[in-house]
């Protein structure tokens, strides 16, 4: 029988991993929800989806407005929505027994906490990453590079090879397992780049409406020296759990099989990011979904560990006033994460790699 697996969340990343699947021989669904229909509406007035750059196809692809199709055709869900959208999904999902499915969240930004929490999944995993760079033009698609692996782990740890071969069957791209989810989400690099660049550059992208390129112009030595900051947090937090992670540089050089010596490098010479422009304002999901799903979490993180926070608290904080949002309140803060009343030692008891304890 052919295999078949949903996709929940009908922009880029969705339907750049769709068009893979069906030419990889799977059968694909895709959910739009319906008050976000806004790129599903012109693939299905087109009549097929058509790529193209470092992918050129033409495909034809299912697409419903209804969850309950979602359920009945697939035993595998994929939500590519942004964190931000997670938890509207999850209201819905919460309308159905799920206890024979697999949800595999793409970036997961630690929604397995919060969905575990609230109702019975069979089982929830989370990668750090998009397989795909890509954008979406007027119902087009546009993919831009695709990254050689990205990190995955399940909220459950007792995994059977088998159902991991079928999880590596799905994905175009070598998958890295990790310890758990929180080394999953400390791997997401976008919380380095992507508040910073845009805070830092607030002024350009407003006064411009982002008719600039965003690495190439906006990733300059003192944003990467900012960066670098952030980054250190990352990699403390890292330490205490026992994780092996790699630099923010070093992890993107690994994705894309590149060598740049630096962020700025990388900024300037990296086909994936130097052509990418910038948005045209700073309600951009660059902050709305890296500010509160990855640098309140990782800054709970770090003081719950007793780590010097600072630099995570400065870059909330900048945004915080910069937006009139309180991130850090309604960002995935431990409270919403259940991770709020675990002492030092019961988070590290709970999540760290058995050495590090
Ligand atoms: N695209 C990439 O190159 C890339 C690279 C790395 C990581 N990622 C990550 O992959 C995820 C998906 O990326 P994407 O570019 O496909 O994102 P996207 O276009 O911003 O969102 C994907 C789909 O989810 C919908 N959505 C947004 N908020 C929602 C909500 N509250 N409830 C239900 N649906 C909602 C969007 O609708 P609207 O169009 O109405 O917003 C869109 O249809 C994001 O977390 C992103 O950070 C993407």
Known sequence: MQFKVCIVGAGPAGFALAADLESRGTSVLVYSHPTHIHHASY???KGCLRASGTMESSTNI??????RDVIAF???IILTVPSTGQETVLCE???FALHQHTIITIPGNLFSLIADAEMEIGC???TNLSP???????GELVVLGKKSFFFIAALQNDLS???KDKIRRIFPIELKWSSNVIEVCL????GVFHPLMMIMNAGRIESTSGDFLLYRDGLTRSVANAMLAVDRVRLEIGEAFGFQLDSVIETSNKCYGADFTDLVDLAQNSEPHNKLRAPSDIENRNISEDVPDLLVCWHGLAEKLGIDASPLKAVIILVEMATGIGYMESGRNLRKLHLEDLTRSELLARFSVPHAR
């Open 62 to 67: 299912r697409i419903t407005f209804d969850m």
């Open 161 to 163: 090879p088998a159902f």
């Open 187 to 190: 791997s997401n690099i976008n």
């Open 124 to 126: 929830i995993l989370e």
């Open 74 to 76: 697939s035993k595998f």
């Open 43 to 45: 693939v299905i007035d």
């Open 93 to 95: 999902l919460k309308e």
């Open 132 to 138: 795909y760079s890509c954008r979406m033009n007027q």
